[in-house]
């Protein structure tokens, strides 16, 4: 099993800038790749962000050039960088795991651009 613990979001004005971070614990070594996801009211649930073994990274093209994914594997530890921030950015933001049989959710935070 893993447990992922999500933090850092809040209300950030439009342009502005947050970073999320994602602790894990439990069984990390199991996990192959992890992601961001968010979801906004009335919204399904959408990949933003993904890092992969060896680094490679993918981003949803509405935050290519703003957002940044990142992750610590000595600390067990994700990033979300995200810079230049919109009001259609305002989600709750999901930290997720993929293992090689199972997928882990964080419990989400929320982020919210307003002026």
Not at 14 to 39: D, E, F, H, K
Not at 54 to 65: C, L, N
Request: aromatic share 8%; hydrophobic share 30%.
């Amino acid at each position: 099993q893993v447990q992922l613990v999500e933090s850092g979001g809040g209300l950030v004005q439009p342009g502005g800038s947050l970073r999320l971070s994602c602790a894990a614990s439990g069984n990390t070594v199991t996990i192959i790749n992890m992601s961001w996801y968010r979801q906004a009211p009335g919204k399904e649930r959408e990949l933003v962000a993904r890092i992969i073994s060896g680094g490679q990274t993918h981003y949803t093209d509405s935050v290519k050039g703003r957002f940044t994914i990142s992750r610590d594997i000595a600390k067990d530890m994700l990033y979300l960088e995200m810079n230049s921030l919109k009001p259609e950015d305002t989600a709750v933001y999901y930290c997720y795991g993929r293992a090689r049989v199972n997928g882990y959710w964080g419990q989400g935070t929320q982020v919210t651009v307003s002026s």
